[in-house]
């Protein structure tokens, strides 16, 4: 199944890793060197038309991609279940 994270740029959900808050995530410095690593090495890709609001890891063929969204995390994962049943 597919996941539209926002900004027309969809993922596979078999590649999906996790959906994180990026309010609540943010808050640990670990999390934040992890993004800050991942952008520096070209991983994120930037699904959102105004402020982030959650951020989603997928790896496909090896490659991480960190995807940010929109979308509350509730929301994305809501539609990953939907997609599911």
């Known amino acids: 199944m597919y996941l539209h994270l926002g900004n027309g740029k969809i993922i596979n959900t078999d590649s999906l890793i996790g959906i994180f808050d990026l309010d609540i995530t943010s808050q640990s410095h670990l999390t934040r060197k992890f993004l ?43 539609r990953t279940e939907e997609s599911i049943m």
């Open 36 to 78: 800050t690593m991942s952008e520096k090495a070209g991983q994120v890709i930037n699904a959102a038309e105004d402020i982030p609001k959650s951020f989603v890891i997928c790896e496909e063929h090896g490659k991480i991609s960190v995807y940010l969204s929109q979308m509350a995390s509730s929301t994305l994962l809501r």
